[in-house]
């Protein structure tokens, strides 16, 4: 069966409980998905389903991607991802998967690649206080500072926090819980932020139930 279905991220808003509380959440239109390729233990070792998402001219694909969707006589899509799946049981390239898949009240991990700030300093990379403002020290108000540790170890360690790139990595949140799930428009609202700008590429997948007597270190 499959357990996930990939979205985008729409943007987020608000809805109110009966309560009157005012619920922040974030709103993914997912799927539909078809599932374009279905992998098993013995021929790839592994079991998985291909899932595509998004619409995409198609003279914007080369000759081994049509003939991949053609082979399946499915429409090509814009995003191809891989969910893996313990059992293919009532699973077979061409189905759908829609978020009639998930339920209220159900909890989600959400992936998504967080936004891009491109070279930063440490200031607003790692959130440092920066030189002081006088007596001097004008020209140090977003410097890093002293990096060394003096003759010994004469080098600077492993790990230090410096200027460098800035974001645009792979985030997972987990155990979101929806909201809502509307199937005839394809939307879910689930509570919470989730990483990326919007319109950014989310794979959304069923929470793992772990009960109390599971290991979760390994």
Known sequence: MVNGIIGRKVGMTQVFAEDGKSIPVTVIEAGPCPIVQVKTQERDGYQAVQLGFGARKEHKFNSPERGHFAKVDIPPTRVLREFRVKSLDEVSVGDTVDVGLFSEGELVDVTGTSKGHGFT????RYGFKG????????????????????????????????????????????????????????????????????????????????????NTDS
């Open 121 to 124: 300093g440490v200031v607003k």
């Open 131 to 214: 030189g002081r403002k006088s007596h001097g020290g004008e020209q140090d108000l977003r410097r890093t500072g002293s990096i060394g540790a003096s003759a010994t170890p004469s080098r600077v360690f492993k790990g230090k926090r410096m200027p460098g790139r800035y974001g645009a990595k792979r985030h997972t949140v987990q155990n979101l819980q929806i909201i809502q799930a509307d199937a005839e428009r394809n939307l879910l609202v689930v509570k919470g932020a989730i990483p990326g700008p919007p319109n950014g590429l989310l794979l959304i997948k069923k929470a793992i139930k772990v009960s109390k007597g599971d």
